[in-house]
């Protein structure tokens, strides 16, 4: 299991203070909210988390919860999975197509029956996904799509951005049950949000801009 801690940590864009000596501990086994107003540095404090950009000042360290192993980067990235709306599909490629290659980048293999058995757990159905090009589907299937995604890559870090959006309230609740499934076997999930249910439903929650 991994951890993830934020020291005193600072980032600026332009000139524009994001955070200012910044710190926080993200546990696994917990749902961790993030919620604040637009522009207030929710998605920025999940890729700082993410380890895909870097603090301007402080340190965001991931280790792992048993020894206290700090995980280098590329270790790290392995283990972690993001989630966000400009998350895309190849749009010419099935839905089955996308899901090999995106695990194929992790070293994933997908088998028919685990594919199968993915797009029941989401609630996609097969007569509405096979052979059909991803561009084709709804925004709320490709969003259960992602999720199908996130599941199948073993990552036992979930940092999901607006995780509910352009879902139906039978999508947001299968979110809901799958983030606490994931915490309850260890995995860490943070999640940036505005939606009251999300907030609700995490075990932490980080209030940035005035919140």
Request: neutral net charge; aromatic residues 4%.
């Amino acid at each position: 299991m991994v951890e993830i801690e934020l020291e005193q940590v600072g980032k600026s864009f332009g000139g524009n203070r994001v955070f200012v000596d910044f710190s926080a501990k993200l546990m696994p086994g917990q749902i961790t909210a993030v919620r604040g107003d637009n522009g207030s540095g929710k998605s920025t404090l999940l890729r700082l988390a993410g380890k895909l950009i870097s603090p301007d000042a402080g340190r965001v360290i991931a280790r792992e919860m048993e020894g206290g192993l700090v995980l280098q980067k590329t270790d790290f990235r392995q283990r972690m999975a993001l989630v966000t709306p400009e998350l895309r599909f190849y749009d010419r490629l099935t839905a089955r197509e996308n899901m090999d290659f995106l695990l194929g980048l992790r070293g994933e293999k997908l088998s028919e029956e685990r594919y199968l058995s993915l797009l029941e757990r989401v609630e996609l159905s097969t007569s509405k996904t096979e052979g059909v090009p991803a561009g084709s589907l709804s925004t709320g299937m490709r969003q259960r799509l992602k999720l199908a995604v996130l599941i199948a890559s073993r990552a036992e870090v979930w940092l999901l951005d607006e995780p509910g959006a352009n879902l139906d309230v039978k999508g947001r609740e299968l979110v809901l049950r799958e983030a606490r499934q994931a915490a309850e076997q260890g995995i860490l999930v943070l999640w940036a949000t505005n939606d009251e249910r999300e907030e609700a439903a995490a075990d932490e929650r980080i209030c940035l801009g005035g919140h």
